[in-house]
Nanobody
Framework: QVQLVESGGGLVQVGGSLRLSCASS????????MGWFRRPPGKEREFVAA????????VYAESVNGRFTISRDNAKNTLYLQMNSLKPEDTAVYYC?????????????????WGQGTQVTVSS
């Protein structure tokens, strides 16, 4: 079965940077888009960023726009999230997700596959 595995989380100070990776394994599957989501402590899961897999197209949550960059390496089937200028409110479990079928709305689409998450903690 398809597996998404996040890595790169950890503890970082305010203003620091982290780079998350999401590697996919298992049966080859067609994907239209991949995204990053996060669940802050005690809150609902929220959208962070998403990227089309075969054409150009990215979208970001307002709270991370200009600080985070989503990218992909199709050859490696890997998704990345470069996070700069981190703030305490970025503390969360970060999840990657993949959507198989076409969507025009990366932010609100339903995603088919999810990783287990990686913890990011930003200390002040």
């Amino acid at each position: 079965q398809v597996q998404l595995v996040e890595s790169g989380g950890g503890l970082v100070q305010v203003g620091g940077s982290l780079r998350l990776s999401c590697a996919s394994s298992g049966p080859t599957f067609s994907r239209d888009a991949m995204g990053w989501f996060r669940r802050p402590p005690g809150k609902e899961r929220e959208f962070v960023a998403a990227i089309k897999w075969r054409v150009y197209g990215t979208v970001y949550a307002e709270s991370v726009n200009g600080r985070f960059t989503i990218s992909r390496d199709n050859a490696k089937n890997t998704l990345y999230l470069q996070m700069n200028s981190l703030k305490p409110e970025d503390t969360a479990v970060y999840y990657c997700a993949a959507r198989s079928t076409y969507t025009r709305n990366l932010r609100y689409a339903e995603y088919d596959y999810w990783g287990q998450g990686t913890q990011v903690t930003v200390s002040s």
